[in-house]
Nanobody
């Protein structure tokens, strides 16, 4: 399994970015996917996740501003994170993650088996 993020960058407060995560190597379609982020010097935290039936969860700090979605067909599996109304507190490395089984706690990094390399998001005031 390989996860490759893209779409990070620098933006001013109030701006928007869309992150993408191209996934490959999955057998079958029953994977739970999520976005995490890790600000410099802080622990990795869950941002949002999406299950096999497109049910979603969001961290309170991003609810209403961020939207997680996915596109799956026979040959492609892509996870997205649309981020609007960004603020400096959103600055972090953002990681895509996948779990083979339903996470007991959707925002626990330990529940996810596969990780991307991360993409930097920087929001300036």
């Amino acid at each position: 399994v390989q996860l490759v993020e893209s779409g990070g960058g620098s933006v001013q407060a109030g701006g928007s970015l869309r992150l993408s995560c191209a996934a490959s190597g999955f057998l079958g379609s029953n994977y739970y996917m999520a976005w995490f982020r890790q600000p410099l010097g802080k622990e990795r935290e869950g941002v949002a996740n999406i299950d096999t039936e497109d049910n979603t969860n969001y961290a309170a700090s991003v609810r209403g501003r961020f939207t997680i979605s996915k596109f799956v067909d026979k040959n492609t599996r892509t996870l997205y994170l649309q981020m609007n109304s960004l603020n400096p507190e959103d600055t972090a490395i953002y990681y895509c993650a996948a779990a083979r089984w339903s996470p007991f706690h959707w925002n626990s990094p330990a529940a996810y088996n596969y990780w991307g390399q991360g993409t930097q998001v920087t929001v300036s005031s």
